[in-house]
């Protein structure tokens, strides 16, 4: 069958093969090939994978040993991994029973399956689950190198993300100052820390920041981390010219914070401003609200225009990296 595969010079297999499996990006239905001197590791999602990367087409051989859910099913499903968690997304309720079925009985390591009972709602951005196998909707997810411990049930988190997020934290340099005004549990904060900067993350989610604080503990990153439960609107005096870089990751109603983003940045300042806007002109109203809340204080800069997946027909979800440097 032919598959996306990441093709790698052998030496560099292994070290690949781990980088991609923190992203949750190895197809395990696929055995790993080794051919020409390169290894070949099938891949889920090709567009997810990292651009340093070279992705090709090739025929592999499906792994024979192991019994997936796809094998047990009359259709072809469609389901998210965090962790030990399967996330699937059905209306039907007997299609989400058999699929729920089928994942347990497969070979996939899962203690959980849970399926979507509602949208993200309330200012805490948490969705109802409806639990069809198992008992806990708690998991501990691993990306690019990073653990996070979270429960659906209480906390906003996106698997689809990591590579975004990714992105963004290799931006990052040893020594920066870096604030995150809608945290979560620490999916940007904490690789941060990681790469060397100082990092705050505020969330008016309660149990997001005790998670964001035990997972700057997981990985070893607590004396960088600092970890405050709020609006960031309220606590932004404490910080007031502070960051050297902002992440704005609520794409819905970032730009009414951005008077708070301008009090938090510093000098020179990074901001990634995510937004959701008709495909029509997806960056234009970011990037003009951007300007009326910092300019003429500061100069502004759009560096990056990038798209980072469709969110509903004929809408993008976007971010802009900017650039606010304190004008004269």
Not at 12 to 41: F, K, M, N, Q, S
Not at 51 to 78: C, Y
Not at 239 to 251: E, G, I, K, Q
């Amino acid at each position: 069958m032919e598959v996306s595969c990441v093709r790698v010079p052998r030496e560099d297999g292994e070290a690949t093969r781990r980088r991609l499996a923190d992203a949750d990006l190895v197809a395990e239905d696929y055995e790993i090939e080794v051919a020409d001197g390169c290894l070949y590791v099938p891949v889920t999602d090709p567009a997810a994978v990292p651009d340093e990367f070279e992705v090709v087409t090739r025929e592999v051989d499906a792994r024979e040993t192991q019994t997936m859910p796809a094998d047990l099913l009359e259709f072809d499903p469609s389901y998210e991994r965090l962790g030990d968690v399967v996330i699937v997304d059905e209306d039907d309720p007997e299609r989400a029973r058999a699929l729920a079925d089928a994942v347990v009985e497969s070979a996939l390591p899962v203690k959980t399956v849970v399926n979507r009972a509602s949208k993200v709602k309330g200012t805490e951005r948490v969705r109802d689950w409806e639990v069809l196998a198992g008992e806990s909707t708690e998991a501990v997810h691993r990306e690019y190198g990073c653990e996070f411990a979270l429960d659906l049930a209480t906390v906003y988190f996106s698997p689809r993300l990591a590579t975004e997020r990714h992105r963004v934290a290799e931006q990052v340099r040893e020594g920066e100052r870096a604030f995150d005004m809608f945290a979560g549990v620490g999916p940007f904060v904490v690789p941060f820390a990681k790469r060397g900067a100082t990092a705050v993350g505020v969330d008016i989610n309660e149990d997001a920041v005790e998670y964001l604080r035990e997972n700057a503990r997981r990985n070893g990153v607590a004396d960088r981390v600092t970890a405050i439960c709020g609006d960031v609107r309220e606590v932004a005096d404490e910080y007031t010219d502070w960051a050297d870089r902002l992440v704005m990751n609520l794409p819905h109603s970032a730009d009414d914070f951005l008077d708070t983003a301008v009090e938090l940045a510093g000098d020179d300042c990074v901001v990634h401003y995510y937004d959701i806007q008709h495909e029509d002109d997806p960056y234009g109203p970011g990037e003009r609200a951007i300007r009326a809340a910092a300019e003429p204080e500061y100069e502004v800069a759009v560096e990056r225009r990038h798209t980072v997946r469709s969110y509903a027909p004929h809408e993008l979800n976007v971010c802009l990296d900017v650039r606010l440097r304190r004008a004269d």
